[in-house]
Structure formats: C-alpha cells, structure tokens
C-alpha cells in the first residue's frame, strides 16, 4: 500500500485544515485506517482511527482532538479524511495517515502500522 497525505500548511489558531491521504496499491475498505502525528521533539502520537468496511464505522481519537478533529473514509475514492477544527498552536505537527499490518483490526498504536505516508506538515500559529 502506498500513501499519499496532502493538506498540510499554515493556518491561525482557531481556524480549520482537511487532510487528505489517497491510498494506492491495494482497496484500503478491508482495512482501518490511522492518523498520528510527531511534533518537533516528541514521539509520534495517535490521533484518529477509522475502522474497515463500507459502513457503521467504528472511530477512536485522542483525547487531546476529540471534538475538534473528525476522521472520515471514502472507499470508492480510496482515501481518507482528518477534518481538523478549532486548531491550536500545540496541534503544530507533521501529520501521518497509517495502514494497520493486518486486515479489518482497529488498532491504535504505531507499532501495529504496516504502512506511513510520508507526512504533511501542519503549523498552527497564535
């Protein structure tokens, strides 16, 4: 599976970002689909999870983004979403989409990603 994440750039706090990152390869509808991001200095984190499958999606986000970011997938595109609301200077981060090693598991760590896009970067200024 190849990813390809876009999206990315500068915006004001409190304003909003859509990423995107496109799948290629193989169908990503067998598979959950993950965003993390690294800031400058610290270790890669979760951010959000979809589940597999073309419907009654299950989705998991950090604490730190829940109500603010929202995840979202379409297959017919292969693609998935990170809508990102209400950003703050501390979202400043390069985000990355993942692809689970296995198949229709919903998995949140980074350890259990088979599969990175290669980042996009988000600066949240004050």
């Known amino acids: 599976v190849q990813l390809q994440a876009s999206g990315g750039g500068l915006v004001q706090a409190g304003g909003s970002l859509r990423l995107s990152c496109a799948a290629s390869?193989?169908?990503?509808?067998?598979?959950?689909m993950d965003w993390f991001r690294q800031a400058p200095g610290k270790e890669r984190e979760f951010v959000a999870a979809?589940?597999?499958?073309?419907?009654?999606?299950?989705?998991y986000y950090a604490d730190s983004v829940k109500g603010r970011f929202t995840i979202s997938r379409d297959n017919a595109k292969n693609t998935v979403y990170l809508q990102m609301n209400s950003l703050k200077p501390e979202d400043t981060a390069v985000y990355y989409c993942?692809?689970?090693?296995?198949?229709?598991?919903?998995?949140?760590?980074?350890?259990?990603?088979?599969?990175w896009g290669q980042g996009t970067l988000v600066t949240v200024s004050s």
């Open positions: 993942a692809v689970p090693t296995r198949e229709k598991v919903l998995v949140t760590t980074a350890r259990e990603m088979g599969y």
């Open positions: 979809i589940s597999w499958g073309d419907y009654n999606y299950s989705i």
């Open positions: 390869g193989r169908t990503i509808s067998r598979y959950g």
